[in-house]
């Protein structure tokens, strides 16, 4: 349950769910498989892994998770198909199917081939924080986490929501931390950096587990090249890489915060609510230190 990446946003002054109402509305939208005729499904799921609540409450915080299934039917075994029954119809009418019917042949061998397609199926996290005005996702990618934004806003009917964006870029505060060898109060950097030049070539160049302080790294900046992805810790307990994009990669809370889940409950459904506590306490106080970094959100 411990978040792997950060796909981060910021409430607006609409919201106005609370953790009842929400519940609610999940629940009208709970998670049904693919049915025979579907290539996709989604909907909610309990974030447990178990029959239960929608969304899980600790301490105010709010996670939820989105089921979802897809079928695996690759396009190249469409076509395989497809064209064995068009060299049989061309061989039966004496000549060759014309656009429509090759249509109709592609979208009849799809149909037939879709109840016994491999289904694949995946777990999408969010975390509501209503009380600071956060909603993260975790997803490597936008994309991933616009699965989980759209089918929220097609439940809630609406989704008052914005990408967190900074007055000063990711991009250009890695830079001066790196150039300066200094990251700001309660970080400090890590060893692994992404360096790309302007202009067509976009030339990159990448450390992972190297020192960041040597007259390489300095040449690279001075010569023009910037930050795009960086190494940081948080105040000893959390690891991650930060992108000009603003999102979290490779997020890694440190052992001292599992010990602490550990050390809280025996187990079981009480360990995931002190997993959750934790983390969403973690995550609250990394991202207003982050967000102050970045001298404050630009909104």
């Given amino acids: 349950m411990w978040f792997r990446n950060l796909q981060i946003y910021r409430l607006g002054d609409e919201w106005r769910w609370d953790a009842q109402r929400l519940a609610e509305k999940l629940a ?66 004496g000549f ?18 879709l109840p016994r397609a491999f289904v694949k199926r995946g777990l999408v996290y969010a975390w509501i924080d209503p009380i600071n005005r956060w909603l993260v996702v975790d997803a490597a990618s936008p994309s991933k986490a616009e699965e989980v934004l759209d089918h929220l806003k097609l439940t809630l009917e609406d989704l008052p929501l914005r990408l ?18 200094d990251a700001p109060s309660r970080f400090c950097i890590d060893r692994d950096c992404e360096l790309r030049a302007a202009g067509l070539e976009k030339a990159v160049v990448r450390y992972v587990r ?35 994009q ?13 010990q602490e889940a550990e050390e809280r409950t025996d187990g079981g459904d009480d360990l995931f609510e002190a997993n959750f506590a934790l983390m969403s306490g973690e995550l609250a106080a990394l991202l207003a230190d982050l967000t102050d970094a970045l001298d404050g959100d630009a909104e």
């Fill in 164 to 181: 967190l964006r900074t007055r000063t870029s990711p991009s250009a505060a890695m830079t001066a931390w790196v150039a300066g060898r």
């Fill in 246 to 258: 603003l999102q979290v990669k490779r997020l890694a809370f440190l052992d001292v915060l599992k």
């Fill in 96 to 113: 060759k199917p014309g656009r429509v019917q090759a249509r109709d042949l592609r979208e009849q061998v799809t149909a037939e081939l």
């Fill in 210 to 244: 190297h020192a960041l302080d040597g007259r390489e790294v300095a040449e690279h900046i001075a010569s023009g090249k910037t930050v795009t992805r960086l190494g940081i810790t948080w105040r000893d307990r959390v690891s991650f890489i930060l992108t000009e």
């Fill in 28 to 93: 009208r939208g709970v998670f049904q498989g693919c049915g025979a005729f579907d290539m996709q499904s989604r909907g909610w799921v309990p974030p447990r892994g178990e029959d239960g609540e929608l969304l899980v409450t600790v301490n105010r915080q709010w996670l939820l998770a989105l089921g979802v299934e897809q079928k695996l039917l690759p396009a190249t075994v469409i076509r395989q198909y497809t064209q064995a029954r068009l060299d049989d119809l061309e061989t039966r009418q």
